[in-house]
C-alpha cells in the first residue's frame, strides 16, 4: 500500500484570519465551511490538490517553533522559481515578512505564527 496525504489539521484560535491567509498568499482555494451547533464557525477547509488543509477552531496558543521542533514545524508549498519575488513581496504586503530563506525557500509565519515555506527545489534561486 502506497496512501497519499489525504489532509493535514492545523488548529487556529482565528479561523477565518488563517484561512484567508492561506488563500491569499498561496492561492488555495476554499471547499468548504463547518459551523458549530451554536453557529459560529468550527473549520474552513483548503484544497491543496491533492489533500485538503483543514484550519480547525482551537482555544489553545501554540508556542511558536523556531528551527527544527518536534512533530511538524511547518508547511512549504510548492513554486517556480520564477514566483519567489512575487511571493516575497505579496507576503510583506500581508505582514508576513520573509525571516529566513535558503537557495531553494523562503521562510515567513502565517497570521498565528506558525510557519510556512515556499519551495522550489530542485532549482535554484537566480543569483544576484
Known amino acids: 500500500m502506497n496512501p497519499g496525504l489525504h489532509h493535514i489539521a492545523l488548529g487556529a484560535r482565528e479561523v477565518e484570519e488563517v484561512a484567508r491567509f492561506y488563500c491569499e498568499a498561496f492561492g488555495l482555494r476554499e471547499l468548504t465551511r463547518h459551523r458549530n451547533e451554536e453557529g459560529t464557525l468550527r473549520s474552513v477547509w483548503l484544497d491543496l490538490n491533492p489533500g485538503v488543509l483543514m484550519v480547525e477552531h482551537t482555544r489553545d496558543e501554540r508556542p511558536q517553533v523556531e528551527g527544527v521542533g518536534a512533530g511538524p514545524f511547518w508547511l512549504a508549498f510548492a513554486i517556480a522559481v520564477e514566483e519567489r519575488e512575487s511571493l516575497r513581496r505579496r507576503l510583506k504586503s500581508m505582514g508576513s515578512e ?29 543569483e544576484g
Open 98 to 126: 520573509v525571516e529566513d530563506e535558503s537557495t531553494y525557500s523562503l521562510y515567513a509565519r502565517d497570521p498565528e505564527g506558525n510557519r510556512v515555506a515556499v519551495s522550489h527545489y530542485p532549482h535554484p534561486a537566480p
